[in-house]
C-alpha cells in the first residue's frame, strides 16, 4: 500500500472527499505498512536530462507518463521501473515496437491501469486488457505476460 501524494490531486477543481495535508501524508508514510508515496500527481508529466535525473534523485523510482518511445527508453536507460498503461492506446504501438528492437525485455518493465473507468475495467477487464492491447502490436505473449505479473511482483518485493 503507498501513501497519496496529495489529495485532492487537483485542489480547487475536484472534490476528492478528503484533503491530505503535508502532516497527513508524513504520518501515514511512518506506518510499517505503508511502503512508500504514490503517484507524484503535481510533477510535469515529462522531462529529459537533468530533470529527470534530478526526479530520481529525489527517490522516485517508478514512471506511468509516457509521452513517445524515446521518453520510454530514457526512462528506461536512467533505471526508472516503467508501467505501459492501456488507457493511452495510441502510444502502444510506438512503444510495442520499440520493445522489440531491444536486445533483451527489461526485468523493470511492467503493465499498469490508470485513469479507466469502473464501468471500462468491468467491461474489458484491467491487466489482462492492457496485456491483450500490447500483445495486439507484436511483443512476444510471453515476454509481456511476464512484464504484467513477474516483473511486477518482484517490484512489489511479493517475490
Not at 520510454?72 to 526508472?80: D, Q
Not at 511483443?139 to 509481456?144: E, S, W
Request: overall charge negative; aromatic content about 6%; charged content about 20%.
Amino acid at each position: 500500500m503507498l501513501a497519496p501524494s496529495c489529495v485532492p490531486s487537483a485542489p480547487g477543481h475536484e472534490i476528492a472527499g478528503g484533503d491530505f495535508d503535508r502532516d497527513a501524508i508524513s504520518s501515514l508514510l511512518k506506518k510499517n505498512d505503508i511502503a512508500g508515496l504514490a503517484e507524484v500527481m503535481d510533477m510535469s508529466g515529462g522531462f529529459p536530462g537533468p530533470a529527470l535525473q534530478a526526479y530520481i534523485a529525489a527517490g522516485n523510482s517508478s514512471d506511468h507518463e509516457l509521452t513517445s518511445a524515446s521518453d520510454l527508453l530514457e526512462k528506461l536507460h536512467a533505471g526508472l521501473f516503467i508501467e505501459l498503461r492501456g488507457s493511452h492506446p495510441c502510444l502502444l504501438p510506438e512503444f510495442a515496437e520499440t520493445l522489440q528492437a531491444l536486445p533483451s525485455r527489461p526485468p523493470t518493465l511492467t503493465l499498469c491501469t490508470d485513469d479507466v473507468f469502473p464501468g471500462a475495467l468491468h467491461e474489458n477487464g484491467a491487466l489482462d486488457h492492457v496485456f491483450r492491447l500490447l500483445v495486439q502490436h507484436g511483443p512476444d505473449p510471453m515476454r509481456a505476460l511476464q512484464a504484467a505479473t513477474l516483473n511486477a511482483a518482484h517490484w512489489l518485493g511479493r517475490v
